[in-house]
């Protein structure tokens, strides 16, 4: 499965921004979904996960109430909307999908195919 994540920008803290990922075929359906974050230097950060039909959701605390993911398994893509946007959320965002449990999925490790990043830029 290929992802193609977009919708990354630049945006004043406050502000909202939704992110993309598109996939390139339908057996997107049955992975989840993750949303995964980077700052240069550190390591990759869990963010938010979605299961293959939808139905369960889990968030870092940092953003829980602010980000809401979400997928669309009939148009192969999912998304992460992002509001009330701090400049503690600057990073290269990537959209991952994998056949990881619950307990798991928030490890980097358990997804199969990555997207490519898209950069989020909050200034103060």
């Known amino acids: 499965v290929q992802l193609q994540a977009s919708g990354g920008g630049w945006v004043q803290a406050g502000g909202s921004l939704r992110l993309t990922c598109a996939a390139s075929e339908s057996t997107f359906s049955g992975y989840r979904m993750a949303w995964f974050r980077q700052v240069t230097g550190k390591e990759r950060e869990f963010v938010a996960t979605?299961?293959?039909?939808?139905?369960?959701?889990s968030y870092t605390d940092s953003v829980k109430g602010r980000f809401t993911i979400s997928r669309d398994n009939r148009k192969n893509t999912g998304s992460l909307e992002m509001s009330s946007l701090k400049p503690e959320d600057t990073a290269v965002y990537y959209c991952?999908?994998?056949?990881?449990?619950?307990?798991?999925?928030?490890?980097?490790?358990?997804?199969?195919?990555w997207g490519q990043g898209t950069l989020v830029t909050v200034s103060s």
């Open positions: 979605i299961s293959a039909n939808g139905g369960t959701t």
């Open positions: 991952a999908v994998g056949r990881a449990i619950l307990s798991a999925s928030r490890d980097s490790r358990m997804y199969l195919y």
